[in-house]
């Protein structure tokens, strides 16, 4: 199935109490549980400016096992190796920060 990625904003409201915006964030990844070979698929033009995007990929631990600057040539990200368990994927643009879980199996 497809990955849908959301990110969250929150701002304070005239109450003190959160205000929390979901947002549909540009990036598919797929296929989630998969085997460790990552497919992306940039849905639109919000990150016309590639090389601006960092890639980065952790254990649940922290661990990073991936890292690229270069995403504008990235199709799919091999981890197979690695073990199984949770992964999360942390794409930066220069403003946000955007994070998907990732389950390999």
Same mark, same amino acid.
């Given at each position: 199935?497809?990955?849908?990625?959301?990110?969250?904003?929150?701002?304070?409201?005239?109450?003190?109490?959160?205000?929390?915006?979901?947002?549909? @964030?540009?990036?598919? *990844? +797929?296929?989630?549980? #998969?085997?460790?070979?990552? $497919?992306? /698929?940039?849905? =639109? %033009?919000?990150?016309?400016?590639?090389?601006? @995007?960092?890639?980065? *990929? +952790?254990?649940?631990? #922290?661990?990073?096992?991936? $890292?690229? /600057?270069?995403? =504008? %040539?990235?199709?799919?990200?091999?981890?197979?190796?690695?073990?199984?368990?949770?992964?999360?994927?942390?794409?930066?643009?220069?403003?946000?920060?955007?994070?998907?879980?990732?389950?390999?199996?």
């Amino acid at each position: 199935g497809e990955s849908l990625w959301y990110m969250l904003k929150a701002k304070t409201s005239s109450t003190g109490l959160f205000d929390v915006l979901k947002e549909d @964030l540009p990036i598919i *990844i +797929y296929p989630n549980p #998969g085997s460790g070979r990552i $497919q992306f /698929t940039i849905k =639109n %033009s919000q990150f016309a400016n590639y090389n601006k @995007l960092e890639l980065s *990929i +952790y254990t649940i631990k #922290g661990a990073k096992v991936f $890292q690229s /600057t270069n995403v =504008n %040539s990235l199709l799919s990200i091999d981890i197979s190796e690695n073990p199984n368990g949770i992964y999360f994927i942390e794409i930066k643009d220069g403003k946000r920060i955007y994070t998907k879980k990732y389950i390999k199996q």
